[in-house]
């Protein structure tokens, strides 16, 4: 259906005719808990590789279709195959035969950085955000971004509680520059606000929810960084 209404075929064409980028946040190839690989047997792992392999397939199919029609980034998640600390390294080429051919199709890091129309857009898969919610008295997402703004660090309980590279030089969860954008994926719900930067500048957070379970996107107008969820869920009578 996400394919449907991209292309207008929803009745939705002034909207999505607008759309410049999809930013596909992490977790998109196996959205299943941890906690239940630690119980499967090691004779279970051949199968389990199985679904995986056309679990990727599948997606490669899904992300080729919407390369037909716009720019798509996709980053790696916690449960994705990448490697599980971070930064977390793209997701190989080779695993996109179909998709890897557009141009328009950009496997990213996580974090991912990058800039449109003049602003800086940061955003993790939401293993930074997930930790500190973890690991103190803070309960909203939105919260937990806008400390780690304040602190000016993305990812503050690693490597603590959080893997991540061994780094000698510089920390580089250090945030030297504060983005118009921050956003963290994989949430519970969407939600969204303005806080101020260091500098009195607006900053757009944005909690995107876990599309598996919500069937919802965030949808963000770049001129005036006002940002809405679109669901996509069937509601039956």
């Not at 580089?172 to 983005?179: G, K, S």
Request: charged share 20%; net charge neutral; with cysteine.
């Amino acid at each position: 259906m996400f394919i449907f209404w991209l292309s207008g075929m929803l009745g939705c064409g002034d909207t999505v005719s607008k759309v410049a980028r999809v930013v596909i946040a992490g977790n998109s190839i196996k959205c299943k808990a941890e906690e239940h690989f630690s119980s499967i047997s090691l004779t279970a792992r051949v199968p389990e590789s199985q679904d995986t392999v056309e679990a990727v397939a599948r997606f490669d199919s899904f992300i080729k279709q919407i390369c037909q029609l716009v720019a798509v980034d996709v980053m790696p998640g916690k449960h994705d195959p990448s490697n599980h600390i971070l930064p977390q390294k793209q997701m190989h080429f080779c695993m996109f035969p179909k998709s890897k051919v557009y141009k328009s199709f950009t496997p990213v890091t996580n974090p991912y950085s990058f800039s449109l129309d003049n602003l800086r857009i940061l955003g993790t898969s939401g293993q930074p955000i997930d930790q500190i919610l973890h690991y103190s008295d803070l309960e909203d997402p939105l919260n937990a971004m806008e400390r780690c703004l304040q602190w000016n660090h993305l990812a503050p309980t690693a490597p603590d509680t959080l893997g991540c590279f061994p780094y000698y030089d510089k920390d580089p969860f250090i945030l030297d520059d504060c983005p118009h954008i921050f956003f963290t994926g994989n949430q519970s719900q969407f939600d969204t606000r303005i806080v101020t930067g260091a500098k009195g500048q607006a900053v757009r957070l944005i909690s995107v929810p876990q599309f598996s379970s919500t069937f919802e996107v965030a949808i963000l107008n770049l001129k005036d960084l006002s940002c809405k969820p679109f669901s996509f869920k069937i509601h039956t009578s």
